[in-house]
Structures are given as C-alpha cells and as structure tokens.
C-alpha cells in the first residue's frame, strides 16, 4: 500500500500509465422533455427557447422530430455516464479523482429529446504532476444509438495518489 502512496507520484503514475488506450461505454440513457423542462428552470439554460422547451413547434420547425436536450445539459451528465464506462475498471477511490476541466469540447450534432445515448470513454493520456498524483486526459463522446456523436470532448482529471489506496 505505501508504494502506491508515493509523494512523486512514482507508483501511482506507473499504474495509470497502464490505463492509456482503455475504453469502457456507458450503459443507454434517455433524457425526458420535463427532464429538459427542469434544467431549463434550475439552470436558465434554454429558458425560453422553444427549440428545448416547445415540442410541438419544435416537430413542425427543425428536421429533428421535436425538441432537443440543452449542450451544458448533455456535459451534466457526464460524471454519471463516466461513472458507469470507466471508474469501477480502474481500482481507485473516485473521491481522490478530482474533475480538472476541458481540454476541447464540442457539440457536435443535436440530441434529441428521448433519444437513447451513451457515452465512449477512451483513456488518451497520463502524466505525473510535480508533487504527486497524475493528471488523466480522456476521450469522451456521447453517441446516439445510431452511432452519432452529439458531444466530443477532451476531459481532464487530477488523480491524487491517495485515490490508488483502495485498488
């Protein structure tokens, strides 16, 4: 257990060097108009905007059948679906696996409204931080059943070496 412990970052930053080109799927998700509806209000994001919130005017105006799920809404669910494609397969404590932003994100395609997606998660790169830990870059996109992306992004973690105790 100490050798994972290592302040460098040695150990820790060994073994997840070992993760670079793992990639897990999230299970399928849907995401409901009063779902969209909530997020509007919680947020302010789409507040307003008929293309989110007026499925009727919204079936006969876009080519998309209905409304569609607000981006910022897409990239909230994000830490659920990493959650299920990736943390169990990695052996660490997630609450060490601290969110450290966005190299790129993009919104690639609309989502519509209860349509199926999920998210592919490729771990990309690692490298160790001066003073412990590693920083983890990874691939994600959100797809739609037919294999769509709607969302593609470069997402970072920081992994302090504490959250290698528990694997």
Do not use: K
Not at 5 to 34: C, K
Not at 146 to 162: E, H, K, S
């Amino acid at each position: 257990m100490s050798e994972t412990r290592d302040e460098g970052g040695g150990a820790a930053a060994g073994e997840a060097a070992g993760w670079v080109g793992r990639q897990g799927l999230s299970d399928w998700h849907t995401i409901s108009q009063e779902m969209v509806a909530d997020y509007a209000a919680l947020s302010g994001d789409g507040a307003g905007e008929w293309v989110h919130l007026d499925p009727a005017r919204a079936a006969a105006e876009l080519p998309y059948g209905g409304t569609i799920v607000q981006g910022f809404f897409q990239v909230a669910h994000l830490t659920q679906l990493f959650a299920e494609a990736m943390c169990d397969g990695l052996g660490i404590d997630p609450n060490h696996a601290l969110n450290y932003g966005f190299d790129r994100l993009r919104f690639v395609n609309p989502l519509p409204v209860g349509a199926p997606f999920r998210a592919r998660v490729t771990v990309s790169g690692v490298r160790p931080r001066e003073g412990g830990g590693v920083f983890v870059t990874q691939d994600v996109t959100l797809e739609r059943e037919d294999g769509t992306p709607t969302l593609v992004a470069a997402w970072l973690f920081f992994v302090d070496p504490r959250a290698f105790a528990a694997g």
